[in-house]
């Protein structure tokens, strides 16, 4: 009796299949082998392209892809933009069997998706390009005469306005929408998926879904003009928008430098000369020379660099490409280069590929054919199909493995779902970036909507029709955190359009008890909020979920504004420039649960700001009481800094901007002492609870050495660690020397090493502006514990949204 029927016999069916699919050795050693690593590299990783609209991005690949010299290989421009994974030419296969996806196209069951295992094993991994090896073998061969046309999956109404569409639709005026994502080869560059990122400001709220990762080359794209200041200006939004939603790592490096920074190229394109009436394609293009000066690109350059290098490997010159040319200008030339290295150096870090990847791949196209529209799984019915289409033996950590190298070369997205704790895989990126997420922010959806940004059910089933299914794709859009529910509609902030009205917050409550704040991002990083304010939004409609007496709990949401009631209390939260202002006022009988209140709201703001980008420090800015009740316009505010020097002189008197005197107590916790006795102050946390991107700032500041040695290791002999500096010193410049003295101080003197103490040091050595800095990034304070406050109203706070 064999071990396969002894499974059967005692109904381990799924054991008895895996030991038929191993029976024959041939097979058992494929699949053993599939489950080791190539000793090759991946052929591809991702290009994230960035810029506002108009600045020549898609003109820019279109350039990359054109041949380096102008000769008869124009004809071949069109052959070198290909998804690479359908070069994989599929044989026909059979039905499928096991449980169906919750996400699949159920319009579509009767298609299969049985993976076929007579086809080629070669694809992504081949030395060299899958378009354009000259290898001799018989099935490349075939399978490249067979080539199916490019986007053949595409079955949903598909707009051509891609990089290699039709320049004169309609569409394209109108801009590029969403991500355009298309896999190409670039001369003398090799493979790139090519992530191209519209500069449409409302689809900004959703980028940090897909940035982050720094396994990857990123280009800033802007146009040059006669004001360099514009550019600059530019620039900065896009460099802070990709710092921000980069999650930093550690360890902290020499003067900052994070782990593994981002590869970012800025280009700077214009129009020059036409070099088309060149009088032969070998000769030289007329000489045409951008809006900005050598000197001018100079000077930005290195500011940009000392801004952003902790956190970005920034090439040093701005890359100046001129659009019109027929042939490779010099920044053309540069950017080829840079693109080479930065993908050779990325590609000689990173995990070497599972040999399971190629059969995946095949597979991969099979899947997408079955529910090409709706090419959505979840991820626990993806590690079903690995081991039962593609390799029985493949484990979820195989699985684990297998996705993450998919998504380094474009393959496939995967969406995480914290608060259903149920994750997708989006199987065709183009879907997801061109055609929903593209036509969700096109100008002709936005017409339809509604000006409080409520759609029904219908208004998807209208502009997606392909979809049997209306609630997936609603789904897919809540777990892209751009919409919630709000029965029977679902309700989009970045779609309302209706400003609150006049007597939003009317002065008639002289008998309530006012506080609020102005949560800032850290200085440098403006214009963030703007993109983040929706998904605050987003995050306050679900929360009211957690609310304990929904009856009693109503929120309205406006175009930058929102007003939450519960009970007595209002709160107000609105965007206010690059600030999102917090207003709570209520009666004086619940200034307990009004605390509760205004700190469950900002964390809120802070939680949600710190989901999308992890890389932007927030700071709390309170303001007057008084001036709030008064109603005043601009209401004075208590820095950071003024709170911390409070806490620091040990005094309960803080002034505000304006120069007027309240008490703490009435700014932080209403008036309420009681509250006020369970916060730990600023001043009093560890330094171990410091944040990487705090860390990062003072390794910036203090390792580098300082004429008058107020540098690290004045620090050192303050902290009481001089034993440390030559450990410390061995490192040179691989590790932090502030940082690495931090953290000792907080092993060796855990009781002593607050922020407290360390700000009392800094102004001793004269460094009073990283004391500032210290300030500005840690939290003012603290509660030290969270009782249950039950109040008439039935408000039950934990430290939770309410």
Not at 12 to 22: Q, T
Not at 111 to 134: L, R, Y
Not at 187 to 207: D, Q
Not at 237 to 266: D, Q, S
Request: aromatic share 8%; with cysteine.
């Amino acid at each position: 009796m064999t071990a396969e029927i002894v499974a059967l016999a005692q109904e381990h069916k799924h054991i008895a299949v895996l030991l038929g699919k191993v029976k024959q050795e041939k097979e058992k050693q494929k699949f053993v082998e599939q489950l080791t690593t190539l000793d090759i590299p991946l052929n591809r990783i991702k290009l994230k392209v960035f810029g506002s609209q108009g600045a020549g991005k898609t003109r820019l690949i279109q350039a990359l892809q054109r041949p380096s010299s102008a000769s008869s290989l124009n004809s071949l421009v069109e052959s070198v933009s290909r998804r690479f994974s359908g070069s994989l030419f599929l044989s026909s296969s059979t039905t499928q069997t096991g449980p169906p996806s919750v996400h699949s196209n159920k319009g579509n069951q009767n298609n299969d998706c049985t993976f076929s295992s007579s086809t080629s094993d070669e694809g992504i991994h081949s030395a060299t390009s899958s378009t354009s090896s000259t290898s001799s073998s018989a099935i490349n061969s075939q399978q490249q005469q067979q080539l199916p046309p490019p986007n053949r999956h595409k079955t949903w109404p598909y707009s051509n306005n891609t990089i290699s569409g039709n320049n004169n639709n309609k569409e394209f005026k109108n801009g590029q929408q969403g991500i355009d994502i298309q896999n190409m080869s670039f001369t003398e560059c090799g493979e790139f998926s090519v992530w191209n990122f519209s500069g449409h400001e409302p689809s900004h709220i959703c980028y940090d879904h897909f940035v982050g990762n720094t396994d990857c080359v990123h280009l800033v794209v802007t146009r040059c003009s006669d004001d360099p200041q514009d550019e600059y200006k530019e620039l900065l939004y896009w460099l802070n928008f990709l710092k921000g939603r980069v999650t930093p790592t550690e360890p902290i490096g020499h003067c900052g430098l994070m782990a593994r920074r981002a590869v970012v190229a800025i280009v700077g394109t214009f129009y020059g000369t036409d070099s088309s009436s060149s009088s032969s394609p070998s000769s030289p293009p007329p000489s045409s020379q951008p809006p900005i000066t050598l000197n001018e690109a100079e000077a930005m350059m290195k500011t940009l660099k000392m801004r952003f290098e902790t956190h970005f490997e920034i090439h040093p010159q701005l890359l100046l490409v001129d659009l019109s040319a027929q042939t490779d200008c010099k920044g053309l030339k540069e950017l080829r280069n840079f693109l080479v290295k930065s993908r050779e150096s990325i590609l000689q870090r990173l995990q070497r590929p599972l040999r399971l990847l190629d059969p995946a791949l095949l597979f991969l196209e099979q899947l997408r054919e079955k529910y090409s529209q709706f090419p959505c799984v979840t991820w626990n019915y993806f590690t079903y199909l690995i081991p039962s289409e593609v390799n029985p033996l493949a484990s979820d950590g195989h699985c684990r493995q297998l996705i993450q190298q998919l998504q380094l070369i474009g393959e496939v997205v995967y969406l995480r779902d914290e608060c259903k704790e149920l994750d997708y895989i989006v199987i065709s990126p183009e879907w997801l970036g061109t055609h929903l997420l593209g036509t969700l922010f096109s100008n002709q959806f936005a017409q339809t909507n509604r000006t409080n940004g409520r759609l029904m059910f219908e208004d998807f089933a209208a502009a997606f029709p392909e979809v049997a299914d209306t609630g997936d794709l609603l789904q897919i859009m809540e777990t892209l955190q751009i919409c919630s529910l709000v029965e029977p509609d679902f309700e989009f902030p970045a779609f309302i359009t209706c400003n609150p009205p006049i007597d939003i917050w009317q002065p008639n409550r002289p008998q309530f008890l006012y506080a609020g704040l102005r949560i800032k991002p850290a200085r440098g990083m403006e214009q963030t909020m703007q993109a983040i304010f929706p998904r605050i939004q987003v995050s306050m409609r679900k929360s009211m979920q957690d609310f304990q007496d929904s009856l009693d709990a109503e929120l309205l949401q406006w175009k930058g504004c929102s007003k939450m009631l519960s009970g007595k209390m209002e709160a107000l939260v609105r965007l206010i420039g690059d600030s999102v202002e917090v207003q709570i006022r209520g009666p004086s009988s619940m200034s307990n649960s009004a605390i509760y209140f205004l700190e469950d709201l900002t964390n809120l703001v802070e939680q949600t700001a710190a989901e999308v980008a992890p890389g932007i420090s927030t700071e709390r800015h309170f303001l007057s009481p008084k001036h709030l009740k008064e109603h005043r316009t601009n209401p004075a505010s208590f820095t950071p800094e003024v709170i911390m020097e409070m806490q620091l002189n040990e005094s309960l008197i803080i002034e505000n901007s304006d120069g007027e005197q309240e008490e703490f107590t009435d700014v932080v916790c209403f008036g309420s002492t009681e509250v006020a006795g369970l916060l730990s102050l600023g001043i009093d946390i560890s330094v171990a609870q410091l944040q990487p991107c705090t860390r990062s700032e003072l390794a910036a500041l203090l390792d580098p050495s300082d004429p008058m040695g107020r540098d690290w290791s004045i620090l050192a002999v303050r902290l009481n660690l001089a034993e440390a500096l030559p450990s410390v010193d061995s490192t040179g410049q691989s590790l932090s020397r502030t940082d690495q003295l931090l953290a000792e101080w907080a092993i060796t003197t855990a009781g002593n090493a607050s922020i407290g103490r360390l700000a009392t040091i800094l102004s001793e050595m004269g460094r009073d502006d990283v004391k500032q800095l210290l300030f500005r990034r840690v939290p003012l304070y603290l509660f030290n514990s969270t009782p249950q406050i039950i109040t008439e109203n039935n408000i039950v706070n934990n430290n939770e949204i309410i």
